[in-house]
């Protein structure tokens, strides 16, 4: 079954959840590592993992936007019964924010390659800078670039968290909703 239904996620919206989850973190640790290494000289292992990042969260991009093509064109699965309203609330807060942060921190990760006046390579392609070069536009999208994946990694531990909770103390279908189905 290919598309969701409104008791749960199809095979595409599964691949996909699945797939962003694996890059995202992984986009996340490197991220996080990369900029811990020193500037000093020409530091080619930086370098190499700066260039890694970029092309790689490009892809997150593209991924963000069939994911979001998709959601659009499919019916969304009903969140369990018995749900109290804050948490209803809640979870599609937090389910509005991925989408949002899964296009602002490529975004804004793009916005501050332009602005340093280093281009952006997607498998040897050159893409476009979106703004031209500006040494005080750069430290700015620096700084929002690091602030929206510590959003990210936030609303990640509070998504997984409630997965678990729903799965293990709470045993209704919610995380089972988008694995895969089980064989009868
Ligand atoms: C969803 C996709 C992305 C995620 C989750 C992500 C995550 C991160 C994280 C966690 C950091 C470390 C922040 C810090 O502590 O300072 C970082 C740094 C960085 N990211 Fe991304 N990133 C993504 C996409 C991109 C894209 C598309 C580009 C460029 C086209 C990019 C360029 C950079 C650069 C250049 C740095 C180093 C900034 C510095 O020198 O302080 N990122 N990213």
Known sequence: MLRNT???????????????????????????????????????????HILAHKEYGMLALGLAAIRLAWRLGNVLPVLVENLPDWQKVAARFVHLSFYGLMFALPISGWLMSSAVGIPVYVFGYRLPDLIAHDERLFQLFIDLHKWLSYALIGLIIVHAGAALRHHFFGRDDTLKKILPAERA
């Open 6 to 48: 409104d008791q749960r996620y199809g095979a595409v919206a599964i691949v996909l959840h699945w797939l962003m989850a694996v890059l995202l973190i992984a986009l996340i640790v490197q991220g996080l590592y990369m900029t811990g290494l020193p500037d000093v000289g020409f530091n080619k292992q930086k370098i190499l």
